[in-house]
């Protein structure tokens, strides 16, 4: 009997092999067995940036950043996390494409589309798709009205529509302030939650598993943050403002498990508009003003954004020419957005995005000469390169909203 601990040095198949300190020998344990003892594996800790390199393929740390298990891929993909997931999506009965598989799912609602002599109309069709199975989208259920510009939020239940506006035509005048709310794991349309404290559409918008905040706005530009609890009902309520001190609109957003992101935007500078490379964030458990992260690549807004809990990445977008670009940030320590790589469908603006832990999946959008376009793109997170097609929304549209059950902020 060796006086050294025991090591679990592999598990294969239904057999578990027990080696001594010195992987010299021990018994070979087949069948159901159960072990007892007072002691735990601990595997090694440390941040982010603390990941070692050139690791063997499999090696196992615990990130406290992001507080999950992660595993080495290799040199080329690197660290990935381990994610026990409850929200895991089937698919939808009767459907195909992307629906059919099984896993994140996500919602894109609502936006502009051609229809008939009509060439900006809104619609209230809800779109959705699982992220991990390329494929087309589907007629999953409807919002209580068709508009543009809603802003996206999302626990691992609920996929949340703030705000919004009508038909291009008379946007100042339909423009709302309403908040509704959809179950991910059913088709039944939208109901009321609450309302914001103004009418307002093209919001940044980011969650935690509790909270969905909203920041900015689109119409009649804002620096106004707000807050819902999601799993409640009733209206926003104050957060704080943002950090740039003109108002602004049309920022992306995503989130982490503690920290929201407001990604550039259109800063109003009467008579005209601007826009902006500035990275604002907040602590979404708590309340008051956005402080400067640091900043885009370039000054941009319109984009798509989406996050798993260690990549935030942005696609697209506008100012002042359209961009192909998509870039990404570490969110866990400040610092500026670094190049990824480009859209396969090319530069444009008023795109939505998606993400789970592994994908970032965006679309729609006007993608210059086309003025809507259906086709969506992904990549890996935990890689950089071009984008490659996903597949293609029920139609073609822009300034849809988005949001999934498993982002960074869950």
């Avoid at 209230?124 to 798709?129: E, K, L, P, R, S």
């Avoid at 239940?157 to 302030?177: I, K, M």
């Amino acid at each position: 009997t060796t006086r050294e601990t025991p090591m679990l040095r592999s598990l294969v198949g239904s057999e578990m092999c027990i080696r001594d300190r010195n992987n010299t020998g021990g018994p070979t344990i087949s069948g159901i067995t159960t072990y007892s003892g007072r002691h735990f594996f601990v595997p090694p800790q440390g941040t982010t940036l603390q990941r070692p390199e050139d690791c063997e393929p499999g090696s196992l740390r615990f990130n406290t950043d992001t507080a999950h298990l992660e595993y080495f891929r290799g040199n080329t993909i690197g660290w990935v996390e381990i994610e026990a997931s409850n929200v895991e999506m089937g698919g939808v009965s009767g459907s195909s494409g992307s629906i059919e598989g099984r896993g994140t799912r996500a919602i894109f609602a609502g936006g502009y589309a051609p229809s008939g002599t009509t060439p900006n109309a809104t619609m209230d069709t809800v779109d959705a798709f699982t992220i991990e199975t390329l494929g087309n989208t589907v007629d999953f259920n409807d919002l209580s009205s068709a508009r543009s510009g809603a802003t996206g939020l999302s626990d691992t239940t609920r996929c949340f529509a703030c705000g919004g506006v009508g038909p291009l035509a008379s946007q100042y005048s339909t423009v709302v302030n309403i908040i509704e709310f959809c179950i991910f794991s059913s088709t039944g349309g939208f109901t009321d939650f609450g309302d914001l404290s103004d009418t307002q559409g093209y919001q940044a918008g980011f969650s935690d598993k509790t909270r969905g905040i909203v920041a900015g706005g689109g119409y009649g530009y804002t620096n106004v943050i707000e807050y819902i609890t999601m799993q409640s009902s009733g209206n926003a309520v104050d957060f704080g403002d943002t950090a740039i001190t003109n108002k602004i609109g049309t920022a992306g957003g995503y989130s982490s498990s503690t920290r929201g992101y407001i990604l550039g935007g259109a800063r109003y500078l009467a008579p005209d508009t601007a826009s902006f490379n500035t990275i604002q964030v907040v602590t979404i458990s708590t309340t008051g003003d956005a402080t400067d992260f640091g900043d885009m690549l370039y000054a941009n807004y319109s984009h798509g954004a989406g996050s798993n809990a260690i990549r935030g990445i942005k696609g697209g977008g506008y100012g002042p020419n359209y961009t192909s670009r998509i870039e990404f940030l570490t969110l866990s320590s400040s610092g500026n957005m670094v190049y990824f790589g480009d859209l396969a469908m090319g530069g444009g603006s008023q795109k939505q995005a998606a993400a789970s832990p592994t994908r970032f999946v965006i679309g729609g959008g006007y993608v210059a000469p086309t003025p809507f376009v259906n086709s969506l793109d992904f990549v890996q997170i935990a890689t950089t390169g071009d984008a490659t097609d996903f597949g293609d929304l029920t139609s073609a549209r822009r300034g849809t909203h988005s949001c999934s059950n498993n982002h960074g902020g869950l």
